[in-house]
């Protein structure tokens, strides 16, 4: 369940609504290309007889960005799917606290994430690795995942910890 629901006041988190427009606009853009590549691919195909070349695997990597892109906007929003069996039950003076160690552990398990994923980029820049049909480097999107990655796991960590740096600052 999420930590807030529909009734409940906006918590204060990072302040950041150029990023969050950034963000909501390049995964808005990436969806609609994906809808209109598969849209063109299946008229072409039943229509035409006559597929778009490589669809499948420009649609895989418009996914991926997608996906990863889509890191930074859930923990911007603090969107995460989260079960709150004992949470919601602890005290409220302490939820900032428990939801700052939670977002450190769940942005240090994401850095070590973006830090695979980068090293495995470079093993694929390395060989040369590209797409089967288009021939399109698979490197370049390797290293998009990682950093978008990062900056996942550092705004996973940091809403929740600037949050409870403002309760504090608000307690004295």
């Known amino acids: 369940m999420p930590d807030r629901d529909a009734a409940a006041p906006p918590r204060p988190g990072l302040r950041l609504p150029g990023l969050r427009t950034v963000l909501g606009a390049l995964g808005g853009t990436l969806l609609m290309a994906m809808m209109a590549l598969t849209v063109c691919d299946v008229i072409g195909r039943y229509l035409f007889n006559s597929p778009v070349a490589g669809a499948a695997e420009l649609t895989e990597i418009l996914l991926a960005a997608v996906i990863f892109l889509g890191l930074g906007a859930v923990s911007l929003e603090e969107a995460h799917v989260t079960v709150d069996l004992a949470t919601d039950r602890m005290p409220a003076a302490v939820q900032p606290l428990r939801q700052a160690l939670t ?70």
């Open 103 to 172: 977002g450190l552990a769940a942005g240090a398990v994401l850095a070590v994430v973006a830090w695979r994923i980068w090293i495995y980029a470079a093993q694929i820049g390395g060989y040369g690795g590209s797409t089967s049909t288009l021939g399109l480097p698979l490197a370049p999107l390797g290293y998009f995942c990682a950093l978008a990655c990062l900056a996942g796991a550092l705004l996973t960590a940091g809403v929740p910890l600037a949050r409870l740096l403002r309760s504090w600052r608000n307690e004295e």
